[in-house]
């Protein structure tokens, strides 16, 4: 079946350092997800990435998909404490079926 | 709109029990995916409705099991529950394929 691996599992970071997570599925995807979980909270929706080498921002977020459509990337340029969560990468193969990531944790470090 | 909304928020139950939980989509969304979240095991996919059909099924043994209704709200079932089943049950609603809106989650606890 559809897989999804993402990594790291955790990254620990300064404030105002950078951090990537990275993910990837064994099939080729229609699309990939991202969402983000606060502690305590619950997966709130980021961004959808659909084409072929698509990139998209978000403020300080940038959002890749590969050019085969089976990885992604999350980048947040220069952490600020309120990064802080569980990034989790969701893809979703050609029968609507959603494989999530097992997410990456960032804690920042003031 | 109204964002999902999932009852009850926390839930205790003791081996061998059964519990049933409770999720109400955001208003037109007809697909309904549940989730179960633990500290060691990430977001484990469950299953998933669409109009009332159990449209993709996760790797949980059939003591897990699920509806939909005709208004879209869907109820997940946990049978003879185990400890193991201790767990974040998150309920997310979708409009066809596209973004999950998820719940609050339900906390279960098994003792």
């Known amino acids: 079946g559809q897989q999804v691996m993402q990594i790291p599992q955790y990254q620990h970071v300064q404030e105002g350092e950078d951090f990537t997570t990275y993910c990837n599925s064994s099939t080729t995807l229609s699309n990939i997800q991202w969402y983000k979980q606060r502690p305590g909270g619950h997966p709130v929706f980021l961004i959808q990435l659909v084409k072929s080498g698509e990139v998209k921002k978000q403020k300080r977020l940038t959002f890749q998909f590969g050019e085969a459509k089976k990885n992604s990337s999350l980048h947040i340029t220069a952490t600020q404490t309120t990064d802080v969560g569980t990034y989790f990468c969701a893809g979703q193969n050609n029968a609507g079926k959603s494989t999530f990531g097992d997410g990456t944790t960032l804690t920042v470090k003031p | 709109k109204a964002g999902v909304t999932q009852t009850p928020r926390y839930l205790i139950k003791t081996r061998g029990q059964q519990v049933t939980l409770s999720c109400s989509p955001i208003?037109?969304?007809?697909?309904v995916s549940w989730y179960q979240q633990t500290p060691g095991q990430g977001l484990q996919f469950l299953f998933e409705?669409?109009?009332?059909?159990?449209?993709n099924k996760g790797n949980f043994p059939g003591r897990f099991s699920g509806r939909q209704f005709s208004n879209s709200r869907s109820e997940m079932n946990v049978s003879t529950l185990e400890l193991g089943d201790s767990a974040l049950y998150l309920c997310?609603?979708?409009?066809?394929?596209?973004?999950?809106?998820f719940g609050p989650g339900t906390r279960l606890t098994v003792l």
């Open positions: 997310a609603s979708s409009a066809i394929t596209d973004t999950q809106y």
């Open positions: 208003s037109g969304h007809r697909s």
């Open positions: 409705y669409f109009s009332e059909t159990q449209r």
